[in-house]
């Protein structure tokens, strides 16, 4: 049996004053068994945050502090794994008096500490933690092991023996059914080098000797000091020692952050390790920082000394440019306008034509602020960069090394290479180079053309110094080295090698966790369907071959089918979609050829499925219609083998399983159809011969309401005829695979729910400005705040911000920076290649900054940019409307677009955004009033503000007085909790409180 535990740590989520009052033990007891326990107070902050709690009538109340009386005394905090820290103490002046009785400790009326008697009765506070998401699943393992086979068995299908840290996860242990077993291994054993100390299986984790729960009379060492050195789980909870060479059952234990990385101790090439982790896990780990490379040298324990990771070379890829500083993106615009020469400089001796372009593969700073490109193997001087250092952020290092070595110095010293266009063009750095007249700097400018297995963009490089990143790198892959302080090598792929998997579930600013829990009752699907939204979230919704395979492990006892949350609407209008997960339909790429598709007014059982010709054009067509195939392979490191003809005649169906099977899926979305090499895959087919590629369409829907594309129905399902009245059904006894049935059947059924977290917001009530706020954030965070929708607004107004009213948030405007355009909606993405321009547009293109930021739309769908001021009509979009005809609204309210984005904010959804709203035929009914020479505002905006971590989110949410069109030199932006958090800009030198977020 499998327990999810979700668990936080360290942050008052809920500090409940209770009105009824108890001695410090009573109080402790209740917090234990409501919360989490007494409070514990570790700093100032914490202080501060406890006075904000309004406390009514009440002067005093317990705190977690005691001092336990068992010879010498010492002030512990009541929460395990807590230590006690006399520089943090508050004590009222002339606290604690030394009275041998007065041991447990009181918060006064002035926020201050007093030692008490225990015995004493006054009000208390709990606190229950949350900051840092913590999934726990513990598992009973029902087979007999000694204590060293089940720690293998645990690492190598979860993380660990089990570990018990407190009373809370005793109590979770109870509740996990052992059948007729009485006892079970946990993760305590004794070593026997010397002095036996009780240590746990998971490495990092503390045995403290008061958090035990010994039998009575145990441990008992047999009466042999080397016999009894591993630990089981009694029947009654109780721990037992006894001998390590026993077989038991035994309990495991995952736990998932935002990445949880398992070390396999099996060799394999990177191809099979890659696919063992996507079957077993998320995916072979990826590294996106020294944060995580510390993380795997921890994992690792001294036990490998190397594995493979994600990355590998693209034998035939594109050499991408990259800054070294993993959080700074790459601006080709920028580097147009900084580039000299690529293939040589002022020092022919050095840097020759001799060399091929690709050669050429690192980057150099030559005055004035040009860059050049030269071999990485050449030796420089080379510039780093120290976030850290308040005076000197800059230092030019005059020792001539590779760039790798300079970039391994710069890491270990500082924080990284110099990167980015607003590092380089710092004054400290003129500075610096007019220093210098000798030799040019290294800078972390670098292509390559390794890739990330999963397509993560992350620029993060870890190289030895011995890597040689001017060579191509045909066939190898990436592994860390944890005896060589993690850096990595390349090596052949097809060399055998331990691995890293992770396991993820979260994205940037959300954490989502999705349980499956199936319900061993007959209900029909709408039945079942109340059912799970009273007592769990919906009928489960399945997104993928990963949720496939979770569902085919539960459990379904004696019943192999049970509804899921899809079903067909009668008269529902049917959507075309892409057979791979993750790849969304967009109708402005479509290639139909001339009067296709054929049924756009036909009978919903004409062709559902789509079918590619030679010349790349779409038709539709029957899905029981028996052609060739295209499979897409997105698993391959030879990027030659990604797509396969497969020349054996299935029905649109039979073809999607195969490929799924063999491969990864159908080849789907323009981008894998347009690919060089897809084109090469069907020389061999025909003129007029088409295929089955991924697109169908359906009238399906789940009953969540989401959009996801992902079908996995039988070899027999029918797409070509109405499904009117059916649900489907999960077979378990037949790969999970769907079944239509009436909805009125009966059946077991499957709910889920979900679990959304988010990232902690931390308002410091210090006064910094905004350079100090965010050297701050990053010293003890993460960084200054990010804002990406208006759930993270709505948190950040809730934080109580005491008197002041303002805070720095991590936006701030680039002085020298380039303008970007972004959508107003957020989530979606400005693409350069979707846009409708009217010819001459933008006008202001080489004008000066303070013109046109804001777009403006025509009747004829064309754009024009026009200064953010002008007061005209404009759209809004509703994305929460049932009654689809009024996703869009035109007001006929002149506005400028500032007030516009308000207005749709406050009264929709937002601005409209992106190029599928605007071009969907219900926004062009709305604009059918507009004369035509009128221009609209929409969501399109400009502008040079850039958040503080690196992130490329397009949220803003600034007051109405707000002005786009000037240029906001020296301005940071900042939250005002009395205007409904609307943003302010001020000068970044002001002093103001500031939020952090972790």
């Known amino acids: 049996k499998t327990i999810v535990l979700i668990l936080f740590s360290h942050y008052f989520h809920v500090s409940t004053f209770l009105v009824r009052k108890k001695t410090w033990t009573e109080a402790q007891q209740y917090c234990r068994e409501k919360h989490t326990d007494l409070v514990t107070v570790t700093n100032m902050k914490d ?36 230590e006690f820290n006399e520089s943090e103490t508050n004590w009222n002046p002339g606290e604690p008096w030394d009275r041998w009785i007065s041991n447990c400790g009181i918060l006064g009326w002035n926020a201050r500490w007093f030692n008490a008697y225990c015995t004493y009765q006054s009000f208390f506070l709990c606190y229950d933690g949350k900051i840092e998401l913590q999934v726990n699943y513990f598992h009973y393992i029902n087979e007999n092991k000694t204590w060293t086979e089940a720690q293998q068995y645990c690492r190598e299908k979860h993380t660990d023996l089990v570990t018990v840290t407190n009373m809370k996860d005793m109590k979770r242990l109870i509740n996990i059914s052992a059948g007729d077993q009485s006892e079970a291994w946990i993760g305590l054993y004794n070593q026997t080098n010397g002095t036996r100390t009780w240590c746990w299986s998971l490495p990092g984790v503390e ?79 990826t590294v996106t920082n020294m944060k995580d490379m510390k993380r795997l040298i921890r994992n690792s324990n001294g036990e490998m000394k190397e594995a493979w990771i994600r990355l590998y070379d693209q034998t035939h890829g594109t050499r991408t440019w990259y800054w070294s500083l993993s959080r700074v993106e790459f601006n080709e615009n920028e580097a147009k306008q900084h580039k000299g020469e690529p293939r040589c400089y002022c020092h022919p001796k050095r840097c020759s034509s001799r060399y091929p372009k690709w050669y050429l593969n690192c980057g150099i700073l030559w005055w004035p602020n040009k860059w050049c490109y030269v071999r990485c193997r050449e030796r420089f001087y080379f510039l780093c960069y120290d ?16 760039w790798q070595e300079a970039q391994i110095y710069c890491r270990q010293n500082h924080t990284d290479l110099i990167s980015g266009t607003k590092q380089l063009q710092d004054e400290e750095v003129e500075k610096l180079m007019n220093s210098t007249c000798s030799l040019p700097p290294f800078i972390g ?99 993928n071959m990963k949720d496939m395979k979770r569902l085919i492990n539960i459990s379904a006892g004696s019943k192999n089918r049970a509804w899921i949350g899809l079903h067909y609407q009668t008269h529902g209008t049917r959507t075309w979609y892409w057979s791979l997960p993750g790849v969304e339909f967009d109708v402005s790429e479509t290639n139909w050829m001339s009067g296709e598709p054929t049924d756009k007014h036909r009978n919903e059982i004409s062709g559902n499925c789509g079918f590619l ?121 037949d790969k999970g695979r769907w079944r239509n049935e009436n909805c009125m059947a009966k059946k077991h059924f499957i709910c889920y729910d979900v679990y959304v977290f988010s990232c902690q917001f931390h308002y410091i009530n210090e006064n ?231």
Not at 709 to 719: I, L, T
Request: proline letters at 1%; glycine letters at 6%; one cysteine or more.
């Open 387 to 402: 976030e850290t250092n308040t005076t000197h952020k800059y230092y030019l290092i005059k020792e001539v090394n590779t």
């Open 768 to 998: 910094k400005t905004w350079t100090e706020a965010q050297q701050y954030c990053r010293e003890k965070h993460t960084d200054l705040v990010t804002v990406t929708n208006m759930k993270d607004m709505k948190r950040l107004i809730n934080i109580s911000a005491g008197s002041k009213n303002r805070a720095w948030i991590g936006l701030h405007y680039q002085t020298h920076g380039t303008r970007t355009w972004y959508w107003s909606l957020p989530g979606v993405e400005f693409d350069v290649s979707e846009t409708n321009w009217m010819s001459g547009e933008p006008t202001d293109k080489h004008r000066n900054e303070i013109s046109g930021n804001c777009g403006f739309l025509f009747k004829s769908f064309t754009w024009a940019d026009e200064s953010c001021h002008h007061v005209e009509f404009f759209l809004c979009y509703d994305g929460e409307e049932t009654d689809r005809n009024q996703k869009y609204h035109l007001i006929e309210d002149k506005k400028t677009w500032q007030k516009a984005q308000i207005y749709c904010r406050e009264n929709h959804t937002d601005m409209i955004s992106g190029t599928k709203q605007i071009q969907d035929a219900r926004s062009a009914n709305v604009l059918n009033s507009v004369g035509n020479k009128t221009h609209i505002h929409f969501g399109l905006f400009r502008d040079a503000w850039k958040w503080s971590d690196g992130s490329s989110f397009s949220f803003r949410y600034w007051h109405k007085g707000f002005n786009n069109q000037q240029p906001n030199s020296g301005q940071c932006a900042m939250f005002k909790f009395n205007d409904k958090g609307r943003w302010r800009n001020e000068n970044c030198m002001a002093k103001k409180h500031f939020i952090c977020y972790d």
């Open 47 to 82: 202080m501060k945050r406890l006075i904000n709690i309004s406390a009514g009538e009440m002067k005093e109340a317990w705190i977690g502090l005691n001092d336990p009386i068992n010879g010498i005394r010492t002030w512990r905090w009541s929460l395990p794994g807590v």
């Open 445 to 543: 400018l670098f292509r390559d053309t390794w890739r990330w297995s999963d397509e993560n963009s992350s620029s993060f490089r870890h190289w030895n110094k011995d890597f040689n990143n001017d060579i191509i790198n045909s066939g190898q892959c990436a592994m860390t080295v944890f005896d060589d302080g993690g850096s990595w090598k390349n090596e052949n792929c097809n060399k055998k090698k331990p691995f890293i998997c992770y396991d993820a579930q979260c994205c940037f600013m959300d954490c989502q966790l999705y349980q499956f829990h199936y319900i061993n009752e007959n209900k029909t699907w709408t039945e079942a369907q109340q059912y799970c939204r009273e007592k769990h979230t919906d009928l489960v919704t399945v997104t």
């Open 613 to 733: 010709f030679k010349s790349f054009t779409w038709a539709d067509e029957s899905c029981h219609h028996v052609e060739f195939f295209l499979c897409y392979d997105g698993e391959e490191t030879d990027r030659n083998q990604k797509y396969h003809l497969i020349e054996d005649k299935k029905t649109w169906q039979k073809a999607q399983i195969y490929c799924r099977e063999n491969h990864t899926d159908m080849i789907s979305g323009t981008k894998q159809i347009q690919d060089a090499r897809s084109a090469n895959v069907l020389n061999s087919v025909g003129n007029k011969t088409h295929i089955h590629f991924g697109l169908f369409r359906d009238a399906w829907k789940w009953s969540d309401g989401s959009s996801f594309s992902f079908r996995y129905w039988h070899k027999g399902f029918n797409n070509q005829q109405p499904n009117s009245g059916q649900c489907a059904m999960f077979k378990f006894n």
């Open 207 to 285: 045995f403290n000797e008061s958090e035990t729960n010994w039998m009575s009379g145990e441990p008992s060492d047999g009466g042999n000091q080397t016999s009894e050195n591993c630990e089981f789980l009694y029947e009654n909870l109780k721990w037992v020692d006894t001998g390590c060479h026993h077989g038991r059952f035994f309990f495991c234990y995952d736990e998932s952050n935002s990445q949880k990385y398992h070390l396999i101790r099996q060799k394999k090439s990177w191809t099979e390790a890659q696919h063992y982790c996507r079957e077993k896990h998320t995916d072979l780990v």
